[in-house]
């Protein structure tokens, strides 16, 4: 049977190299990485070891050259076993497309050559504490001074903040005429100006992930670092990163389902009542839920492989498709998690099937800016003629 996703043979192998990694490396570790809120390191070493890290990065670089569908397979099969572990390989990813495709970074071959091994993790900081989650609209300035630029910003929530060696972030042009004007930079882990809060993450569910606060006072932004010119990110932003995070966070919310989905359907034909001897799948209720999850889930990834054609063959369309990909996924997961706690009752509620976690997971990409609601009003907007960002 074809991969939903249609996979070419380079694609298929390093969907089958993710799916052995996570059953040998990642699902063993799950619980611990959600219990104790450990970085998945082991985990992102594993993938790194396998080329993984470089999945996009061209092979002159040392990377795999694959593209979107191979990324949407191999994020959703990490996602089956450790949703942490694929939120930290979706923002390393996506940022990468604001390396590769820029044209005025400096030292970019070695870049891509550390990222492809893994030697240098990237994330993205776009959110900011003063625009919260229309991180379109950054509140901070990148102010030239000299052959550099200096920013203050408050960045409110970045992925693997300890851990990653650049966050690819989102600064205003002042003066700009339109928050669009914004620049994108490398802001490098461990230099002057750069405070990474010390309370760890600790939240409802990617526990792993590694989310702190950044706080930049006074950084120094050597010319070398911009990624973009001066108010012109647009580009990179638009037709790099957000495609690329859409996408990956769509898969993830699909090896949410799939687990869950796994998980049910285990529980429900290994459990039954020892006083009438019958099963959980005797209970047409648990089976229709069951079945529900399944539509669901295919309904969105088959949505997602129509995506990635029209990714394939960009047309005026296809940003339009990417959206509702991402709006189709976030409520998939949040709803067939919601379907298997219900299927599986206290079972599902004690930590043993797993099941309360994928739940707890699958509700952060609901808030994970461009949100549910920013989804379903862009994609409102395009069809009746607004500008995107109102
Ligand atoms: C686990 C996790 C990891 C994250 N990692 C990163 C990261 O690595 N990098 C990064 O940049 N950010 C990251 N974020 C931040 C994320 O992208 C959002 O910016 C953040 O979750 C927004 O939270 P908030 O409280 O500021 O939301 P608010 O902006 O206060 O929104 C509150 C509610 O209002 C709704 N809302 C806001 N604006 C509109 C609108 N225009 N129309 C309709 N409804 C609207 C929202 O959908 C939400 O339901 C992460 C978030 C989480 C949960």
């Known amino acids: 049977m074809p991969h939903v996703y249609r996979l070419d043979a380079a694609s298929a192998s390093a969907a089958e190299k993710a799916q052995s990694i996570t059953r040998d490396e990642i699902a063993p570790r799950a619980a611990a990485t959600d219990g104790d809120r450990t970085f998945p390191s082991t985990q992102i070493a594993a993938l790194a070891k396998h080329g993984l890290l470089g999945l996009t990065v061209d092979t002159a670089h040392g990377g795999l050259g694959l593209g979107p ?39 970019k071959d070695a870049l891509l050559r550390e990222a492809a091994t893994g030697e240098h993790l990237t994330t993205l900081a776009f959110s900011e504490k003063g625009s919260r989650s229309q991180f379109w609209a950054p509140v901070s300035q990148l102010v ?20 990653a060696a650049s966050y690819v972030s989102l600064s205003q042009k002042p003066g700009a005429a339109n928050p669009g004007e914004s620049t994108l930079y490398l802001v490098r882990r461990g230099q002057a100006g750069a405070e990474i809060s010390a309370a760890g993450f600790d939240g409802l569910g990617l526990r792993g992930n590694d989310s702190a606060p950044v706080t930049l006072k006074g950084y120094r932004v050597p010319g070398g670092d911009l990624l973009s010119e001066q108010g012109k990110s647009e580009a990179l932003v638009m037709g790099g990163v957000l495609p690329w995070f859409a996408i990956g966070t769509s898969s993830m919310a699909h090896g949410l389902c799939r687990a869950a989905f796994a998980a049910t359907q285990k529980h429900l034909g290994a459990t039954g009542f020892a006083h009438t001897g019958t099963g959980l799948r005797d209970l047409p209720n648990l089976r229709a839920r069951l079945a529900q999850m399944s ?9 997602l492989g129509h995506t990635l054609d029209h990714l394939e063959a960009p047309s005026e369309v296809t940003p339009l498709y990417v959206l509702q990909a991402r709006y189709a996924a976030l409520e998939a997961s949040v709803e067939v998690t919601d379907l298997a706690m219900k299927a599986c009752g206290g079972a599902a509620f004690s930590k043993h099937l797993a099941i309360e976690r994928l739940f707890r997971d699958a509700r952060a990409g609901w808030v994970m800016a461009p949100t549910a609601d920013h989804l379903l009003d862009f994609v409102g907007r395009a069809f009746t003629g607004l500008p995107l960002f109102g």
Do not use: P
């Open 144 to 163: 030239a001074e000299g052959d550099a630029c200096v920013v203050n910003a408050d960045k409110s929530w970045v992925t693997s903040a300890n851990h």
């Open 69 to 107: 569908r191979a990324f949407c397979a191999v994020v959703e099969a990490i996602a089956e076993g450790c949703a942490s572990t694929a939120m930290v390989y979706v923002m390393h990813v996506a940022a990468l497309q604001a390396i590769q495709g820029s044209t005025t970074v400096a030292g």
């Open 295 to 303: 539509v669901k889930t295919e309904l969105s990834r088959s949505l």
